[in-house]
């Protein structure tokens, strides 16, 4: 019942800059956290950003400082600004949306979904 729909993944050279979108369609009656992981080859799935309704921002600490989250409500649509990237941010990048109420009777509780993931690649 909800979609997760990343863009934003391409090629750039180290030092360069990204910006990948997110929305989430749907079912959909609120979503408390928004966020993107990622996943290199041979490596485990981590945490890169997270938006909670609230405003509280999270980041890995490889990320903070370079990387920048925002979120649209009102659009169910998450950000993720990419600056002054290197070589080891390549990986799959994963749109994630935590604990998202559907809007639809008798469906209570609280789901967690993910996009289908895009590519960052970070090479000269």
């Known amino acids: 019942q909800v979609q997760l729909v990343e863009s934003g993944g391409a090629l750039v050279q180290p030092g360069g800059s990204l910006r990948l979108s997110c929305t989430a369609s749907?079912?959909?009656?609120?979503?408390?956290?928004m966020g993107w992981y990622r996943q290199a080859p041979g490596k485990q799935r981590e945490l890169v950003a997270t938006f909670a309704s609230a405003g509280i921002t999270d980041y890995a600490d490889s990320v903070r400082g370079r990387f920048t989250i925002s979120r649209d409500n009102a659009k169910n649509t998450v950000y993720l600004q990419m600056n002054s990237l290197k070589p080891e941010d390549t990986a799959v990048y994963y749109c994630?949306?935590?604990?998202?109420?559907?809007?639809?009777?008798?469906?209570?509780?609280?789901?967690?979904?993910w996009g289908q993931g895009t590519q960052v690649t970070v090479s000269s």
């Open positions: 749907g079912s959909i009656f609120s979503i408390y956290s």
């Open positions: 994630n949306a935590h604990n998202v109420r559907l809007g639809v009777p008798g469906r209570g509780g609280l789901y967690d979904f």
